[in-house]
């Protein structure tokens, strides 16, 4: 099971200002934006809202997104950047990988072709599942791209020998966004249950397929029945029980209804000995579903399912249904994006390298990686401090986490060498064809890596994307590109903002690796048990009260934050900050104690800045969905549930008993 831990929607990569810069910063005279912080409020009762909360209140949400802040603007950006070198690239015809990239996108704007042609597209794909006649054909065509399935297979890195591809199994998304939604009781679910059938029998009335209602009601029937045997979020974060290689033999004898060894070889996989089975118990159920759920249901399920999934390639009705479900219902978007920012993310996700080939020449600076890679080292040296130093930490522990330390790798900007899609047949008239050639070149590109080893230069994002992340079982962060440039990047803005928010953003990353999750893979990303049982205890001591404090928030009225869901998140963010701090202070020891700038101590401005860095908001529906199933926290809880447990910031702003946000030393959590 593939685990890479997303910063999600990050605010916080702005590189560290060692050089002098000519130019003013964008935000400020030193890196923050005054205009957006609400000094009546007392920072020691509510951090966040001291640092953003006149944008917080004066601040509305864009129409057509779910959320409003630097997380989103930043990407707006972005899509404008890439935009003009996909206009451009549509201009010269002559080169092939221009031409894809301008034929794919034009494919998609041509809205009068798309409606010109109907569900025309749509017939090939649903005669295909019509033509089932039995429970043989029907798993086999589950396997194919494009349609779907109660299980997902493919390639996978083995957790417990990185060096190799596995294949992997494991539970797939269902129609609704996670299990609670079909599970949970409550006015507010069973409303979206009723609009989740009134989205199955209109997307099934558009496309002319009879008896929509008593096939919708078959549909929830048989997800609801999945859902209650599929795994929750938490059970999935557990990389020892989701790791269950199994011989063919094992497989038949826990989902026999699969008929895995003609299903594999269908696909390619058919010399593959192993499949890694991420979920045995969900898969398992699955697999008597496919034996007691009769014929009939799967094939209108797969009919519905793969009409949804692919209703944005259709005419605008099915476009509009599938947005006024998911977007406008489930997360409270009023309006759909414009279309070419649609457009921009699908060539992100099905041609993003080449694109990014094309946005690194344009928009990358080798100073943005000097800058950046002197801020690693600093962070570096700073983990380096923290594990040396921590007293709950016995010496072979140490041992094994400093050499975890040193094989560290970061990435930063762009991979050193790009994916080649010359294989991949794009067509100018056929968007819906377009998308399932992209799902069927990926696919071929997975099974091209099997038996050969792990490629360590493979990027998991473009340089384009606003995020970061990293990956265990490589012991790697990765930084694209487009989260190196303002608001995040300024070598402008004082040291104090720079180590606030990128030094916060890579201690993160960094702490990933000895987050709960994180900690139980090893330098050279194994799934192993490096710890010793007295320092895995301390630790879970540490950690446990930090899940403990974020299950007693409640974000909105009802819903609390899965403090065990989101715990990975949490202590990276916590980890992250005591590093950044002291990457600080490190800063600070070869330059001196910076002057107060406007009142403001060099300790409290990295503070703000890293308050600052997570500016955001979103709407109840997104929130609601975020607080089910995603592993990271809301903005604020974020801020003001991590600064609480350090005590640098307590000195930083006198935070005294009495105070909101004051914790006893005690109840303090400390990663380090």
């Known amino acids: 099971m593939m685990r890479k831990t997303l910063l999600f929607l990050l605010a916080a990569t702005a590189t560290c200002a060692l050089a002098q810069s000519s130019s003013p910063p964008k935000y400020g005279p030193w890196g923050v934006d005054y205009a957006d912080m609400d000094r009546s409020v007392k920072p020691s009762d509510d951090f966040f809202r001291f640092a953003e909360g006149t944008w917080l209140r004066d601040h509305p949400i864009p129409a057509d997104k779910t959320g409003a802040g630097y997380n989103y603007d930043l990407p707006d950006e972005t899509e404008k950047q890439v935009r003009a070198i996909v206009e451009e690239a549509a201009k010269r015809p002559e080169d092939a ?103 199955i029998i209109h997307i099934q009335t558009l496309a002319g397929i009879p008896d929509p209602a008593a096939k919708a009601d078959a549909i929830i029937a048989l997800e609801t029945r999945l859902s209650q045997d599929q795994w929750t979020p938490e059970q999935n974060r557990d990389p020892v029980k989701t790791y269950n290689p199994m011989t063919r033999a094992q497989l038949t004898r826990l989902a026999p209804e699969f008929d895995w060894t003609p299903v594999l070889a269908r696909i390619g996989l058919g010399k593959q000995p192993i499949v890694d089975v991420a979920q045995p118990s969900a898969v398992a159920a699955a697999g008597k579903r496919i034996a007691d759920v009769d014929l009939a249901t799967w094939k209108a399920w797969m009919t519905f399912r793969f009409i949804s999934n692919h209703a944005t390639y259709l005419p605008k009705a099915f476009d509009q249904a599938r947005f006024d479900f998911y977007s406008k219902t489930l997360n409270d978007v009023p309006e759909q994006r414009a279309r070419w920012k649609r457009g921009i993310q699908l060539l992100d996700r099905n041609l993003g390298e080449a694109v990014g080939q094309l946005y690194i020449a344009k928009h990358w600076s080798r100073e943005t990686e000097r800058q950046t890679q002197e801020l690693i080292g600093d962070l570096r040296t700073a983990y380096g401090a923290l594990i040396r130093h921590a007293d709950w930490m016995d010496e072979p522990t140490r041992k094994e986490a400093l050499a975890k330390l040193a094989s560290f790798d970061p990435r930063i900007g762009h991979p050193v060498k790009y994916i080649d899609y010359s294989s991949f047949k794009v067509s100018r008239a056929d968007p819906l064809g377009n998308a399932i050639a992209s799902q069927d070149f990926q696919w071929q590109l997975g099974l091209s890596r099997l038996g050969k080893p792990v490629d360590r230069t493979l990027w998991d994002m473009t340089p384009q994307t606003v995020n970061a992340y990293y990956d265990p079982t490589m012991n790697q962060v990765t930084f694209p590109a487009a989260q190196l440039q303002p608001p995040f990047f300024d070598a402008a803005a004082d040291p104090a903002v ?41 630790y879970k001591v540490q950690a446990e009260k930090l899940a403990k404090q974020f299950d007693a928030y409640e974000p909105i009225p009802g819903v609390h934050i899965k403090g065990h869901l989101t715990l990975g998140e949490n202590l ?101």
């Open 498 to 538: 720079n180590y606030g928010e990128t030094g916060a953003t890579i201690g993160h990353e960094m702490g990933h690796g000895f987050d709960d999750e994180g900690r139980q893979f090893d330098a050279k990303g194994r799934l192993r048990d490096w710890w010793t049982k007295s320092s895995a205890s301390l």
């Open 97 to 199: 990988t221009a031409r894809q990239i301008g034929d794919f996108y034009a494919a998609w704007m041509d809205e009068a072709g798309i409606e010109a042609r109907g569900t025309a597209p749509l017939k090939p794909y649903l005669a295909r599942i019509d033509a089932v006649r039995d429970r043989y054909q029907l798993v086999q065509l589950m396997a194919d791209s494009g349609f779907a399935s109660p299980i997902d297979i493919g390639p996978t890195v083995d957790e417990k020998d990185p060096t190799r591809y596995i294949v992997g199994a494991s539970q797939a998304r269902l129609g609704l966004p996670t299990r609670d939604y079909y599970l949970l009781k409550g006015e507010k679910y069973e409303a979206f249950r009723k609009a989740y059938r009134a989205y």
């Open 572 to 672: 990276a963010d916590l980890g992250g900050l005591e590093a950044a701090y002291a990457a600080y202070r490190l800063y600070v020891a070869r330059h001196g104690e910076p002057p107060v700038i406007d009142g403001y101590t060099g300790d409290q401005r990295f503070f703000i800045a890293y308050a600052q860095s997570w500016q955001g908001k979103r709407r109840e529906g997104a929130t609601r969905s975020q607080l089910l199933s995603d592993p990271h926290s809301p903005d604020e809880f974020r801020v003001n549930g991590i600064v609480r447990n350090f005590g640098p910031w307590y000195k930083a702003f006198n935070v005294q008993p009495g105070d909101k946000l004051y914790l006893p030393p005690a109840e303090r959590v400390h990663v380090w």
